[in-house]
């Protein structure tokens, strides 16, 4: 184990920010650019965020597919459940709940309260009683949403940290494509059972959490915060290094772990939402939340509430195919959703949210048009099919954007302390939009309609500034140095800065380019 907890980097010039090696730099270093130059034969000089990181990761060799790499999936599946619960259909208190007892126990409660929701919404008889059931199965789903993306994020490798948060937001699709099915099916069942039945099977996921989740380990990250440093140490040997005692990852991690994870910190106290506030820290943290909850939840997105409305405009008119076309949105969005989480360790997040939300804004623009022709009609089947067309690719970008980096920009915004509180703050705030989407859009889209859409086109342009302006790189950056990114004066500059690597023919780091 490392002797002495790792400084972070020191801030760089200008010039060392330069994002490409050039040979007329190289020539005005120390070392000759001749004597350079054979030093680099036969390598590759790469830019990476983190140096440290680049060359412990290269350097780890967790397999794929060992018997502890399936372990650590397994417990990526339980809070991928989670969310399947969440996707299937969240209070301040619940993040006190998975501070104080651990992830696993917020977990465990948030299944019980949908498990308790769910018996009395589907043995309801009476509206109020429904609406009681369904109050507390919204309070469990907020416990989910809190502790579950908070223990994926924390038990993840560092290069497999964007693709299993990411999945388990995924796992909403786990739970709504089944919805959507089975609410199609069942819409031929002449009785009550013809809702009641969608409701049971909300339970399915949940279940599968209760039996299975303290089968798998707690996090490190909190082990470390609540003075379990041992059990944290073996948890990174055995699921980040496959057992190698010496790996150069574990140490990185553990002397990160060391210097950044309070053992005194706010989550010690229930009622202790400052550090969110009242620094500069945690001020820039706290803006990739908001943003993040904003935009996830009304970007257009929110449209896909009313696909039956929006599809009967676009010329759907029975039942029996809206539900159908509800289906397949569904399918194409998930093939999205995972996509994009398949790819986002390979992909800077900051790019991918500029780039996804300007092309949403474009998409929805398309449909916007298409719908004014169909409204003076003037409309062929073929502007019909394209207005479907653009709805339907709309949800596949946004998907793609946003869907596992709605999980993935607030846990890494937030640090171990402060996770918690901030997914909580985060739950409210996307909540709030929820409301609005919910009592709001279908007042737009009856008193305008297609005009509605023109509201999204421009706050998507809005938001892809602000992305451009505020937006905090994260992808190749462990969540301990990200600490160092949000104390500087400018953190949006700061998670730009890169290093230079060499790298062998084999793959293996054989030093940072300044360093020959």
């Known amino acids: 184990m490392p002797s ?142 809190i502790a579950a993306p908070s223990y994926t994020m924390e038990i993840s490798p560092p290069h497999w940290r964007g693709r299993c948060t990411g999945l388990y937001n995924c796992g909403y699709y786990g739970g709504a494509i089944p919805a959507a099915a089975v609410t199609f099916g069942c819409n031929f069942l002449q009785s009550n059972w013809s809702w009641r039945v969608p409701l049971i099977l909300q339970a399915f996921a949940c279940t599968i959490v209760i039996l299975f989740v303290f089968t798998i380990p707690e996090s490190p990250r909190w082990l470390m915060a609540n003075g379990r440093e041992e059990e944290a140490i073996e948890y990174l040997i055995k699921y980040h290094a496959a057992g190698d005692r010496n790996s150069k990852l574990v140490q990185l991690e553990l002397s990160e772990f060391r210097q950044h994870i309070a053992q005194n910190g706010a989550d010690k106290r229930w009622w202790d ?73 390979r992909m800077p997040r900051r790019k991918v949210l500029i780039s996804g939300t300007l092309i949403c804004a474009g998409l929805l623009a398309i449909n916007a048009g298409l719908q004014l022709v169909i409204g003076k009609g003037m409309a062929s089947h073929s502007v019909y099919a394209g207005a479907l067309a653009s709805y339907f690719l709309f949800g596949f970008v946004f998907m793609f954007s946003y869907t596992p980096l709605q999980a993935v920009v607030p846990t890494e915004a937030l640090e171990t302390t402060i996770r918690a509180k901030g997914l909580a703050l985060a739950g409210v705030v996307s909540g709030c939009m929820g409301f609005i989407n919910t009592f709001a859009g279908p007042i737009g889209l009856a008193n ?53 690597v060499v790298v062998a023919d084999d793959g293996t780091v054989v030093a940072g380019a300044d360093e020959l």
């Open 448 to 500: 305008i309609g297609y005009r509605y859409v023109w509201v999204f086109v421009g706050w998507d342009t809005f938001e892809g500034l602000m992305w451009y302006l505020f937006g905090v790189e994260s992808q190749g950056k462990t969540l301990e140095e990200l600490n160092w990114i949000y104390d500087q004066p400018n953190p949006v500059k700061a998670s730009l800065k890169t290093s230079e």
């Open 4 to 145: 002495a907890p790792i400084e972070p980097a020191p801030v760089e010039d200008d010039q060392a920010k330069d994002d490409v090696f050039h040979a007329e730099q190289v020539a005005g270093e120390t070392v000759g650019y001749d004597e350079k130059a054979a030093a680099l034969s036969g390598r590759n000089v790469r830019n990476v965020y983190n140096a440290d990181l680049y060359e412990a990761v290269q350097n780890a060799h967790l397999p794929r597919w060992g018997k502890t790499t399936m372990q650590f999936y397994f417990a990526v599946f339980v809070t991928f459940c989670c969310s399947c619960a969440n996707g299937y259909d969240g209070s301040l208190f619940t993040a006190f709940v998975s501070d104080r007892w651990g992830r696993r126990v917020g977990m465990f409660c948030g299944a019980w309260f949908i498990t308790i929701g769910m018996i009395i919404t589907a043995a309801s008889t009476t509206i109020p009683v429904f609406a009681v059931g369904r109050f507390i199965l919204g309070f469990g789903i907020h416990f989910m949403t």
């Open 273 to 345: 939402y400052r550090p969110l506030v009242f620094t500069h820290n945690g001020r820039w943290r706290m803006a990739q939340v908001l943003m993040m909850s904003i935009a996830g939840q009304f970007s257009g997105n929110g449209l896909s509430y009313y696909n039956t409305v929006i599809y009967k405009q676009l010329g759907v008119t029975t039942v029996s195919m809206q539900l159908a076309y509800n289906l397949l949105y569904n399918v194409v969005a998930a093939i999205g959703a995972f996509s994009g989480a398949f790819l986002s360790d």
